[in-house]
């Protein structure tokens, strides 16, 4: 197996489709608004990036969401959601991603007098002009959002109405988050009819911290074209020892029939205990299982990660290739919440050659 270098992978061109918002800031970023707006953070500036990925690494998914309490806190005006939002774009672009979805709830920006539309105008706003200064700084990226409703809120239907409202504005689908046990999609089941109805795409968080049952119902009720995470779904499958083929159950065959794409963020899953390893995470035999795998970062700020960082650790980990990371990319592209052509002109005019180049260029 041959390790990549950390330049060669930067260079590669990236999709990244499930990057929360809230969970990218820049740790000087939090700082400076925090300041601001008066909120009180739990460390100095210069240990706040250590107090993240500390309660990140804690192995439990409830204090890993505490964090959020203090970014939610500092984006509750338009000109911060703006800043917020332009800086990721930026950010991305710098790691190589050429493509990104950034999902994120409105419902959660609202105590300082926002409206929701007005949330979401502020952020398509500050992605806008983080694309416009990409471009200038040479590098080309499209972004846009996809607007999240909270599980165990009662919002699901306002968010989606804002989301049938301003697709094509920015705004490419709806995903549903937060505690998977006892929130069910289920729970407002016309939701999802409504979505449908109006060709909005949904992904759902499912298959994280909550088992095959969570995958099955995001799919069947919620009619999500994407699973958040959804690794869990390898508890529907049995593995054979070394080369013995592997028993997939209903939901697993589901998935991999209908190549249902998988957004897997192995760097998060490590930490909330969804997986033990980057070595020993799921995503490596779902690949080779031929599941419909790609690949995320998730929380950038709390899991002090990248898209180049995830690819390192799965080439020195797990031993994926290049090619395999090629395979992870072309996925997430022909998954993206973008029409066919657009689809086809990132895997084959982006993508494949991005690859090609850099293939070319080691030999």
């Known amino acids: 197996m041959t390790h990549l270098g950390v330049d060669t992978i930067q260079a590669l061109p990236k999709v990244l489709l499930h990057d929360h918002l809230d969970g990218g800031l820049r740790p000087g970023t939090v700082s400076e608004l925090a300041d601001a707006v008066g909120h009180e953070l739990p460390a100095a500036p210069a240990g706040l990036a250590d107090w993240f990925a500390r309660a990140a690494d804690s192995h439990s998914l409830v204090r890993y969401l505490e964090t959020f309490a203090h970014t939610v806190a500092v984006m509750q005006t338009a000109e911060a959601l703006e800043r917020v939002a332009r800086e990721a774009v930026l950010d991305l672009a710098a790691d190589g991603v050429v493509h990104a979805e950034l999902r994120w709830a409105p419902e959660q920006h609202l105590e300082r007098g926002l409206t929701m539309t007005q949330a979401v105008e502020a952020v398509q706003t500050g992605i806008d002009d983080g694309v416009a200064r990409a471009a200038a700084d040479g590098r080309t990226i499209r972004a846009g959002q996809i607007l999240t409703a909270m599980r165990q809120a009662d919002r699901w239907t306002e968010v989606a109405d804002l989301a049938i409202a301003l697709a094509g504005d920015g705004v490419l689908g709806f995903d549903l988050a937060g505690p998977e046990d006892g929130f069910p999609p289920g729970r407002h089941d016309g939701v999802w009819r409504h979505l449908a109805a109006h060709q909005v795409p949904v992904t759902i968080h499912a298959g994280e911290a909550a088992g095959v049952d969570s995958v099955a119902e995001a799919l069947h009720t919620g009619q999500a074209l994407r699973l958040g995470h959804g690794v869990r779904i390898a508890d529907d499958i049995t593995f054979g020892p070394g080369d013995a083929p592997a028993e997939l159950g209903p939901v697993a065959h589901w998935v991999r029939d209908q190549q249902i ?93 991005g690859f090609q180049k850099i293939e070319r260029a080691q030999l």
Do not use: Y
């Not at 990660?305 to 290049?322: D, F, I, Q, V, Y």
């Open 261 to 353: 794409p998988l957004e897997v963020c192995p760097v998060s899953n490590t930490q909330t205990g969804a997986a033990e390893s980057v070595a020993a995470h799921p995503i490596t035999r779902l690949k080779e299982l031929d599941f419909a795998v790609t690949l995320n970062t998730d929380n950038r700020l709390m899991s002090r990660t990248s898209m180049t960082r995830e690819m390192m650790l799965l080439n020195t980990e797990a031993g994926w290739t290049l090619e395999d990371l090629l395979d992870v990319t072309v996925a997430a592209a022909w998954s993206a919440f973008v029409h066919h052509d657009e689809r086809r002109t990132l895997v084959e005019q982006v993508i494949v050659p």
